[in-house]
């Protein structure tokens, strides 16, 4: 991101002017072939385009008509793990960046690399959801959009990110267990299920599905660019 | 925050256009009395003008003078209770805004508000420290300037903030412990000596004072003003 100086925005007025200046000379001098007149006309011109640029601006500053506040959401993606979350969440995150829309992508697994202690039990992960959900909160304040993918298990953590946002899209990625199972590509259900993972969401520890999210995808039966229309449909 | 929409760009870009050229036809007339000529004029001038923006633009497209890149900061006031931290952070985040920067004022009270489970022992403390810490990072990384205040008594949280964030100020603000407790604004150090308030930083809990903050601010010395100046230097 950059800004302009003061004295770049200064330069490039001054430079276009005197370039707009001298065009209309040339058009004056080809067609009347009078110098004297060529520079009165010029030195007029100059005055008066300063003054219309001036009244131009303080009138286009009164009509609001083609401004748009930018609004952003919290698009919040929860689901067992492997139903493709993270999947969905990043192409999402890419459809808006193509927007050239400021957008955070906040993956849960990403985020406890920050904090290796982060626990399973049931108040870390709340603890957990929540911090994400208060990044999520400044981060849309401050007019960037979030994506999260987090399982989220839990509707108390959940109610509570909703809480805090402005405009908060719950995205239920409701891809059935057995199907999740199935792929199982970091081969966390099969180590579950042999007992080497305690307190994994959907074998050792509830799901508690959303009753009411605002999207509900199912990734055995929608593409993931279906899914993501479907979604920015909602924003 | 708003963005300019593409029909209202247009919109006053022709607008402009129209106006620019009337103008000139103005003068042309002004000077000769000739409707001809002043139609001539103006036509070829519509044309040129709009050449002459396009290549203005394009030329200084390849100037990369006065573009200076935004590069926020996470200024971070540690120190007692009582020993001007809020009223420090809060007028330097008044001063950025006024730059016309994007800032975020992060209190440790007021986010606390948010987590009213948070603790006051230190495990407690220093994760919430590093909460707020994880927050800064973000927002900083989407160009959002933090100005953090918090009593953040132990070095290893603060450690891990300045970890995680780029370009990280650490205030050191260093009023002693005993103007701290004459002040004693919201009578808490009062109801700590009682032994009201447990875990009470200065009394009965340590405070590990930074060893080489950024900057040092002695605020029964300096004005607000000269320390916010300091700061603001080092930006």
């Not at 304040?141 to 399982?151: C, D, M, P, R, T």
Request: with cysteine.
């Amino acid at each position: 991101m950059y800004v302009e100086s003061h004295a770049r925005s200064v330069a490039k007025a001054v430079s276009y002017r005197a370039l707009g200046t001298l065009g209309t000379m040339a058009v004056v001098y080809f067609y009347t072939g009078r110098i004297q007149l060529t520079f009165a006309v010029g030195g007029l011109d100059l005055v008066v385009k300063i003054a219309l640029f001036f009244f131009h601006e303080r009138l286009w500053g009164k009509v609001n008509w083609g401004k748009k506040p930018v609004e952003p959401s919290v698009v919040w993606f929860t689901g067992l793990s492997g139903a493709g979350k993270t999947t969905l969440s990043a192409r999402l995150a890419e459809r808006l960046r193509a927007r050239g829309l400021k957008v955070e992508h906040l993956d849960g697994d990403s985020l406890r690399e920050i904090f290796p202690a982060t626990g399973f039990d049931r108040q870390s992960r709340e603890e957990h959801v929540k911090k994400v959900g208060l990044l999520a909160r400044y981060l849309e304040k401050n007019g960037v959009f979030v994506v999260a993918s987090l399982i989220s298990p839990y509707e108390d953590s959940r109610r509570f990110v909703r809480g805090i946002c402005r405009n908060f899209i719950e995205v239920h990625v409701d891809t059935p267990l057995e199907e999740c199972e199935k792929r199982d590509a970091k081969g966390l259900y099969r180590r579950a299920r042999a007992g080497e993972i305690q307190n994994f969401t959907g074998i050792s520890d509830p799901y508690e599905a959303p009753k009411m999210p605002e999207i509900r995808v199912n990734t055995a039966k929608v593409s993931v660019d279906e899914a993501v229309d479907q979604i920015l449909s909602k924003i």
